[in-house]
């Protein structure tokens, strides 16, 4: 299947079980909620930068490079924030660190920093 379909498939949020592939990137196991920002393991952080915030519904679209965790190539997707207070301090165009995980078939943001 193409990239193409891939980045559909992920702005919409779509499990590629959907489609008949096996997707083992639930890591919602062993990974604690709420993990505080500043605690960003670099094995797992991704970089990127905030294109929009939307904090009444608790997501943010992100323009970000390779989320190797989740095998994900480079793209602009919407996440959900794992806890509504990591988007504070956020504002549309600010560069990030960031974590993220599919959780009960979101892609939701564990946390995030400000790169300067």
Do not use: C, W, Y
């Not at 709420?34 to 915030?53: D, F, H, K, M, P």
């Not at 301090?89 to 660190?97: A, H, I």
């Amino acid at each position: 299947m193409s990239i193409r379909f891939f980045a559909l498939a992920a702005a919409l949020n779509l499990s590629p079980a959907v489609f008949g592939q096996s997707s083992n990137t639930d890591h919602s196991t062993h990974h604690p909620a709420g993990a505080a920002s500043s605690a960003l393991a670099s094995q797992t952080a991704s970089e990127g930068e905030v294109r929009r915030i939307d904090k009444a519904q608790g997501k943010v679209t992100l323009r970000h490079g390779r989320i190797e965790n989740l095998d994900m190539p480079p793209m602009t997707m919407v996440f959900t924030a794992s806890d509504p207070a990591l988007l504070e301090k956020l504002n549309p165009g600010d560069k990030v660190r960031f974590s993220a995980e599919k959780r009960n078939g979101v892609f939701t943001v564990t946390g995030i920093e400000l790169v300067n």
